[in-house]
């Protein structure tokens, strides 16, 4: 596939570690939030590696997730307490991670932040993980003309089933789960911490090559 393209992306919570692999090397993005919290449920919820394997956490949505809503207008339930829910299973999961500790300043502070919008939030995770990579994303307004278009906006979830050749790193609990395709960038970025953005620039070719055939499927 040509590298003269460009992404239309639901705005995700701390999204897979292939959308960031495709979206790293500063390709046109356009972030939709039109599309239906139904539609997409990266939009309110991320993907770690637990002790007893996957694990999802999910983002309260006020009047449930299954609404027709977009994530443009959907607002977060704070009647749980989902952010000390959510602070402790992080904790949990990666404090034995090489470099949990380097970023949970940040992380914390992030996700004690009092929000009230989805997409508020959505996009500042994305912003914390862009600096954490030390790497730029190139947002634009409006999709880009004159290039191949990538769209990701049925292409995920669907990659909850990965390709078999999914690339590998180090994992907290691989020694006893094996290793775990497809998790949130959380994931690789505790684990490899500064080596995270190389990671994923060199993996660029096999994730693009994956989705993009995908794409053309969808």
């Not at 995920?156 to 998790?183: K, T």
Request: charged share 15%; with cysteine.
């Amino acid at each position: 596939m040509s590298e003269h393209y460009s992404v239309i992306s639901p705005l995700m919570l701390f999204p897979p570690i292939s959308w960031w692999s495709i979206v790293i090397t500063g390709t046109p993005l356009y972030f939709d939030l039109d599309i239906g919290l139904r539609q997409n449920v990266y939009q309110h919820r991320y993907k770690i590696a637990g002790s007893n394997g996957a694990l999802s956490l999910s983002v309260p949505i006020e009047g449930g997730s299954h609404q027709t809503i977009s994530i443009g207008r959907a607002l977060i339930s704070n009647s749980d307490n989902w952010q000390r829910r959510h602070w402790r299973t992080l904790v949990s999961c990666y404090n034995r991670s090489a470099y949990f500790q380097h970023y949970a300043p940040a992380l914390e502070a992030l996700f004690f932040t009092p929000w009230t919008s989805l997409s508020d939030f959505a996009h500042q995770s994305i912003q914390f993980i862009a600096k954490s990579l030390q790497c730029k994303l190139n947002e634009v307004n409006h999709p880009a003309e004159g290039t191949l278009t990538l769209d990701l906006r049925k292409i995920y979830p669907e990659r909850e089933q990965p390709s078999a050749d999914y690339p590998n790193y180090s994992q907290v609990f691989e020694d006893r789960l094996g290793f775990i395709p497809e998790l949130s960038i959380l994931d690789l970025l505790c684990c490899e911490g500064p080596y995270a953005a190389i990671w994923l620039k060199e993996q660029h070719t096999i994730f693009l090559s994956q989705v993009y055939s995908q794409h053309k499927q969808s």
